[in-house]
């Protein structure tokens, strides 16, 4: 038989860590009681959010970046691209980097994500810039996203698993929350995108500082054990006097790779593509959909966080009472999937209001919530029944999978909602010129560019007037025609005409002999044109020479004509860039507007497809579907801790065999 190495006592290895040295050195060499382990438990729920707030900042200022940097739609979803692309890497090398201390990898990576949220960020003049400190942050995200988990798990047995990991799962949706809440009560007071950063920064620093001096983990031997209860606490720490770490740490990569885990990390990441759509997207959807304000579409987004984040943890709760995952795990699934359905049936009906909206999206976070949060807590146990040693190995396959299906949902969307781009990189100033030369733009389109750039290069150009004029007018092109031609070859007579009411001229048409009428006309034409008698009556003595017949078609369509031509005349109001503009993107916004509830509807069925594809893994996951089964199984366990505790108390703690 062979020999067990002398134990060393972990208190002996690990010294309980002080304010001053806990800087480095946070292993604990002994299990913490309730009250710090829930300190701990809080610590890192509270940089979770503090770091998720800082990640998703970008997404609720969006709008603002856009114009800012100049950005192409494809360039701003790019950044989330090359980001989610940067954090999967460090969420696997984060595996390697678990031995430097999984409490080191969050306290000093939000340190580092806080400063550079406070001082590089708002700096940025370039976007070439931006997306590089967007890069390092997303860097410390996918490092961070695998140690938070990892220390979660530690600091919970797992029969009070899901509670924790509902709390945990917190981090990014109280980081949405957080995100959304202070930009819809700010946006409108400080449009400038670099304040919010400067503000996520002076947060997120004093947070960072806290978690610095307080975060603490595990010693490796402590850890690298299953806890299924509080009541193991003695038999973990008796068994850590002679648990051989480097054996339990070896291939650990390896035994990752089988489908339970990868299968399922994969489900629950294409699972979440409708989540991560909302946090990134979320502004620029409401707005090229609805005409959503940014403070209106982040107000819509708090909903769908608050009903998450309160959907985890009751339902961390309630699955731990119940001590089973699998089913929690279907049900969200299945409410989620109706949410989507109904969310998605929105998505052609621009008249939806904000509440219905709210309504919706709150039935599909809560449903969300019940299978994330339940789904951490199987995934971590699933991960313990193959090697306990291995956790934070098993969720850096986790991170990685999941960065780089975000990767890949965000390249999806740019490529299945194209109208988007469109929509975002010229519409706004589309909106600002139709909302200034909204009258004027009605004419350019019902007349046409066309006919609109012929009169452009020739004013006199009589048959792009007259298609201008029947167009604006509705008459018939003869008669357009007929009173063109009379204006060109008559302006003289015809404004003297016109300057007489048209009753009396009647009169003087139908007897030019009346008198009283022809004096009432001569005063007329003098006040009008502010002429003496005598020059009046040669004025109204030269009219007699225009055709009678023609000028009855000019009486009827002049007035339409007359009001059509102020409206010609007003379009030369807007300015030649404006004007420029709006000929180049007018026509591709038209069909974009055309084309982008057709698109993200394409999306959104998408999404829902991948939360359908989800439910089939729930099945190769550990743990029990029956409540019974579950309390069954905990008995036994407690029976068989309470056994091996009492045959460690009958023995040497320093033993041979």
């Known amino acids: 038989m062979s020999s067990i190495p002398t134990a060393v006592p972990p208190a002996a290895e690990f010294p309980p860590p002080t304010l001053v ?42 709008n603002q970046l856009i114009a800012y940097f100049h950005l192409t739609f494809a360039y701003f979803v790019g950044i989330f691209i090359v980001g989610a692309a940067f954090g999967a ?34 700096q940025c003049t370039s976007k070439e810039a931006y997306l590089a400190v967007y890069c390092l942050i997303s860097i ?3 490092a961070v996203l695998v140690a938070t988990p990892a220390l979660v798990r530690d600091f919970s047995p797992q029969l009070d698993r899901a509670s924790a990991m509902g709390f945990w799962t917190l981090g990014p949706v109280l980081g949405a929350l957080v995100t959304t809440e202070i930009s819809t009560h700010t946006l409108d007071a400080h449009p400038d995108w670099q304040y919010h950063y400067r503000l996520a920064g002076v947060i997120c620093t004093v947070i960072s500082i806290v978690g610095l001096i307080g975060l603490r983990e595990l010693s490796p031997r402590l850890r690298d054990q299953i806890m299924v209860s509080l009541r193991d606490k003695a038999l973990i720490e008796a068994r850590a006097r002679g648990l051989d770490v480097h054996a339990l740490e070896r291939n650990q990569w390896k035994q990752m790779m089988h489908l339970d885990i990868v299968g399922s990390a994969l489900a629950i990441s294409i699972f979440l593509a409708f989540f991560y759509t909302i946090v990134s997207f979320l502004p620029v959807y409401m707005a090229t959909n609805f005409g959503f304000t940014a403070a209106q579409a982040n107000s819509l987004g708090n909903w769908y966080w608050i009903a998450s984040a309160i959907s985890l943890v009751l339902t961390g709760i309630v699955s731990d009472a119940m001590k089973v995952r699998k089913p929690f795990m279907v049900f969200g699934a299945i409410i989620s999937i109706i949410g989507g359905y109904v969310f998605l049936g929105y998505t052609d009906k621009p008249g939806t209001d904000y509440y219905t909206f709210a309504v919706v999206m709150s039935f599909t976070a809560v449903g969300s919530g019940i299978a994330y949060s339940t789904w951490m807590a199987s995934f971590t146990e699933t991960v313990e029944k193959r090697n306990p040693a291995a956790t934070a190995v098993g969720l850096a396959v986790w991170g990685g999978v999941l960065r780089t299906v975000v990767t890949f949902v965000l390249l999806g969307l740019l490529f299945v909602v194209t109208a988007a781009g469109t929509l975002v990189n010229y519409g706004p100033r589309l909106q600002t010129i139709n909302a200034k030369y909204h009258n004027e733009i009605a004419t350019i389109q019902t007349v046409g560019a066309d006919t609109l750039a012929a009169l452009g290069k020739n004013p006199n150009d009589e048959t792009a007037q007259v298609a201008a004029l029947v167009k604006l007018t509705g008459d018939a092109p003869a008669d357009v025609k007929t009173t063109v031609e009379l204006n060109a070859k008559y302006p003289d007579e015809l404004a003297t005409l016109q300057s007489i009411d048209s009753g009396v001229l009647v009169k003087l048409l139908t007897n030019p002999n009346d008198q009283a009428s022809a004096a009432t006309a001569v005063a007329q034409v003098a006040t009008k044109f502010k002429i003496p008698p005598d020059q009046a009556i040669a004025r109204i003595t030269a009219a007699q020479k225009v055709p009678v017949d023609q000028l009855a078609v000019a009486s009827q369509t002049g007035p339409a004509l007359t009001a059509a031509s102020a409206k010609l005349q007003a379009v030369s109001a807007i300015p030649a860039d404006d004007l420029a503009y709006l000929s180049a993107h007018g026509a591709d916004v038209q069909k974009a507007q ?44 407690d029976e068989a801790v309470q056994r091996e505790l009492a045959t460690l108390a009958s023995d040497d703690p320093v033993r041979t065999e």
């Open 89 to 122: 890497v460090a969420s696997v090398v984060t595996g390697v980097l678990d031995r430097w201390g999984r409490a080191n990898i969050v306290a000093y990576g939000t340190v580092v994500t806080s400063l550079l949220t406070l001082f590089a960020q708002p």
């Open 594 to 637: 055309a084309d982008s509830p057709k698109q993200w509807k394409r999306w959104w069925w998408i999404c829902l497809i991948a939360q359908i594809c989800f439910i089939p893994f729930v099945f190769i996951m550990a743990g029990h579907w029956s409540p019974k089964k579950a309390a069954a199984e905990a008995a036994e366990h």
């Open 140 to 142: 410390v995200e996918g």
């Open 21 to 62: 040295t806990g800087l480095w050195q946070r292993k604990l060499p002994r299990y913490p009681e309730t009250p710090a382990r829930s300190w701990y438990l809080f610590l890192v729920v509270v940089v979770s959010v503090a770091l998720y707030y800082q990640l998703f900042v970008s997404g609720a200022v969006g």
